[in-house]
């Protein structure tokens, strides 16, 4: 079994910034893409950003040019790095790390933390 746990969720002003963690832990012999998703009150969830193994990175529009996602492999952690927020940016974000099994790539979700953008 995995575990994913995230941190450093919390209330900051717009402008303001937070940095995100997630550690992987349990039964890991690999990892493929690790990334972040969340979710706003009354709306679906999406993706923010996601990261291969080899470093490759992928971003939602909305937060190109303000957030930074980063793995470090060996600790199998990811982060998100999120700068000039935004009331737009309140939701509970989701880390996610894919597995490769033998049925497939199985997606294991974090517990999510909150974000509030906020004055």
């Known amino acids: 079994q995995v575990q994913l746990v995230e941190s450093g969720g919390g209330l900051v002003q717009p402008g303001g910034s937070l940095r995100l963690s997630c550690a992987a832990s349990?039964?890991?012999?690999?990892?493929?893409?690790m990334g972040w998703y969340r979710q706003a009150p009354g709306k679906q969830r999406e993706l923010v950003a996601t990261?291969?193994?080899?470093?490759?990175?992928n971003y939602a529009d909305s937060v190109k040019g303000r957030f930074t996602i980063s793995r470090d492999n060996a600790k199998n952690t990811v982060n998100l790095q999120m700068n000039s927020l935004k009331p737009g940016d309140t939701a509970v974000y989701y880390c996610?790390?894919?597995?490769?099994?033998?049925?497939?790539?199985?997606?294991?979700w974090g517990q999510g933390t909150q974000v509030t953008v906020s004055s």
């Open positions: 996610t790390a894919d597995f490769p099994t033998v049925a497939g790539i199985y997606t294991y």
């Open positions: 349990g039964s890991i012999r690999a990892i493929n893409a």
């Open positions: 990261v291969t193994t080899g470093g490759n990175t």
